[in-house]
Nanobody
Framework: QVQLVESGGGLVQAGGSLRLSCAAS????????MSWYRQAPEKERELVAT????????NYADSVKGRFIISRDNVKNTVYLQMNSLKPEDTAVYYC?????????????WGQGTQVTVSS
């Protein structure tokens, strides 16, 4: 009942920036928090950043602290991941994730993923 669509991925040189967007549709008021995950080939999926949709509190993986910023626009039903000072090790498919409140079932939703490639 919640669809997530990511955009903004692409190819960028090391040190450059990209901004990822994730638009959510339907029952967005039921979303407790949203996150960005990433998965590189032959590596497990890792959590990059999380934001609370109500209060806007954030958490980041140590590897991206000081470089990435997660934000949300509740009016537009969209979350963003501003990625600065990109490194080759940031190369991965980035997935948007949404989790609903327990009283509506604690469901998980995933976007289709967007490729981010950072060249050295």
């Amino acid at each position: 009942q919640v669809q997530l669509v990511e955009s903004g991925g692409g190819l960028v040189q090391a040190g450059g920036s990209l901004r990822l967007s994730c638009a959510a549709s339907r029952f967005t008021l039921n979303i407790k928090d949203m996150s960005w995950y990433r998965q590189a080939p032959e590596k497990e999926r890792e959590l990059v950043a999380t934001i609370s949709m109500a209060g806007g509190s954030t958490n980041y993986a140590d590897s991206v602290k000081g470089r990435f910023i997660i934000s949300r626009d509740n009016v537009k039903n969209t979350v963003y991941l501003q990625m600065n000072s990109l490194k080759p090790e940031d190369t991965a498919v980035y997935y948007c994730h949404a989790r609903t409140w327990p009283h509506v079932g604690s469901r998980d939703y995933w976007g289709q993923g967007t490729q981010v490639t950072v060249s050295s």
